[in-house]
């Protein structure tokens, strides 16, 4: 098992629509969740982190984290044409290693109009 | 402003050569991370280094190298260029948190790397 799998894509959505990316860990030890967006052809970028239980939204992105059950999910409203992108899931694994983020093989999503 | 920068952004070598990537950032960050990135397979971390004089290995690092002799820098040298390392590397920074937790990683433009 993958120590930080997403929903396999490409996840295609109408403009409008409500993105829905989830994201699993296999470490229960894991404490900082980190949600970046790429473009193609850049770098990537972050649209949200968060580190305790429950939702956390800024704009029309929302991070939710269960860390019982091991899953971080990221809802974007409202999709725009401009949020087509590669979703990247990044998490710290491990105890004292505490910079290092284990990052998901990423979602690629398309909004169309 | 703070920023973190690579060079060159684009580089071709052969086979066999020496090449080697720069990384500089001026957040002042502790943390510095090369990652390489392949279709299929995300980013996938290389080298790391939590302070001056302090390198680590990740989970690719075969062939590679990194020292860490200041802040602001960490160079990333391919030792004897080969074709698998074809690839789209990334230098990232964080800043160093209590607690066991992770700041978020800045990350640099990238070096587009291309072994003939």
């Known amino acids: 098992q993958k120590e930080v799998e997403q929903n396999s894509g490409p996840l295609s959505v109408p403009e409008g629509a409500i993105a829905s990316l989830n994201c699993t860990y296999s470490?229960?030890?894991?404490?900082?969740f980190f949600w970046y967006r790429q473009y193609s052809g850049k770098s990537p970028e972050l649209i949200m982190s968060?580190?305790?239980?429950g939702d956390k939204e800024d704009g029309r992105f929302t991070a939710q984290l269960n860390k019982a059950s091991q899953y971080v999910s990221l809802l974007i409203r409202d999709s725009q044409p401009s949020d087509s992108a590669t979703y990247l899931c990044a998490v710290k694994t491990g105890g004292t290693s505490y910079g290092k983020l284990t990052f998901g093989q990423g979602t690629i999503l398309t909004v169309h109009p | 402003d703070a920023e973190i920068t690579q060079s060159p952004r684009h580089k071709i070598t052969e086979t066999g050569r020496q090449v080697t990537l720069a990384c500089h950032q001026t957040?002042?960050?502790?943390?510095m991370f090369w990652y390489r990135q392949d279709l299929g397979h995300g980013l996938r971390l290389i080298h790391y280094?939590?302070?001056?004089?302090?390198?680590n290995k990740g989970e690719v690092s075969d062939g590679y190298s990194v020292s860490r002799s200041n802040t602001e820098d960490l160079p990333l040298t391919l030792e004897s260029a080969a074709s698998s390392q074809t690839s789209v590397y990334f230098c990232a920074s964080s800043e160093r948190l209590q607690g066991g937790l992770a700041d978020t990683q800045y990350f640099g433009p990238g070096t587009r790397l291309t072994v003939l």
């Open positions: 957040w002042n960050h502790n943390n």
């Open positions: 280094s939590y302070g001056v004089h302090d390198t």
């Open positions: 968060i580190y305790s239980n």
């Open positions: 470490d229960r030890v894991s404490q900082s």
